[in-house]
């Protein structure tokens, strides 16, 4: 099987609407260039800047690429693409171009561009094929994204990292809600969290999730399950973490508390900053207490108490 590679040229503000799109047309998964981003990583000297080309650090704006299979509804994706690209509030509707790409190359094409990334005063994330040696005291997670979401180096990922960093003090249960690539789930673990249960609903997600359970050695504390939100978490936990939207984060709020223990955290991320208002809103209406706020760009995060 071949595929289609499509890159979406767009400005920052619209990088996940775009990767939101890629992901109801089936996409599976999105790789984000993004030439702000490496650039600074390249100036606090995590990078280098002879591992990219020069047209992606020149770049003026981002691109989202995504591999759809071609087949018999690949044009109509295609048309529908275009739609939604035009339906989607920016200054002007965003540009793209296409490559076909061969299965061999497939599974390889959007490698290039994930490197280690330092997180937090703990934490550290490698993709797997990255060689990378660790200050003393850095906890690392070695990850391959595969074709999923959640690859260390988004500001709401980043965010929650650093929640987990300052509330995991050992022994604890915790419940990841849209796990992704697992790599929440797989920090709490590290971090001395007794056992974690990663849920998503997309199958795709779920097998990489359980791709980098057992790759980071933590597959006797991290279970991964297929279902809804919370559908399939019934114990008593010590943690949810919600990396979603805000939409789904309000909806699943009220969800939280039923198995949140006393005392218990909620962290939620995912939420575009002309959200956060209405996000917090619905906590505190629900009952939590609102610990802390981060923001990072467009995106803010919250970390939430159930006091009963």
Known sequence: MNWLEIAVHVPHEGIDMVSNIFDELGA?????????????????????????????????????????????DLEDRLALLQAKLAELPLPAVPSWETARVAEEDWATAWMAYYKPVEIGQKLAVKPSWEAYTPPPGRLVLELDPGMAFGCGNH?????????????????????????GT??????????GAARVLAVDLDEVAVKVARDNVRLNGVQDRVEVLHGNLLDQVSQPVDT??????????????????????KGGFFITSGIINSRADEVKAKLLETGFRVLESKADGEWVSYLSVWEG
């Open 155 to 179: 500001p709401t990922t980043t965010m929650c990292m650093e929640f987990l960093e300052g509330i995991i003090k050992g022994g604890e249960m915790v419940a990841d809600v849209g796990t």
């Open 28 to 72: 599976g998964g999105v790789v984000i260039e993004d030439p702000a981003l490496i650039s600074q990583y390249i100036e606090a000297n995590i990078w280098d800047h002879y591992e990219f080309p020069p047209e992606v650090l020149n770049r003026p704006l981002p691109v989202v690429k995504a591999y759809l299979p071609e087949g018999a």
């Open 182 to 191: 697992g790599i929440l789930a797989i920090t709490a673990a590290k971090l």
């Open 240 to 261: 949810v973490i919600a990396n979603i939207v805000a939409d789904v984060i309000i909806r699943l709020a009220p969800d939280v508390v039923r198995i949140l223990k």
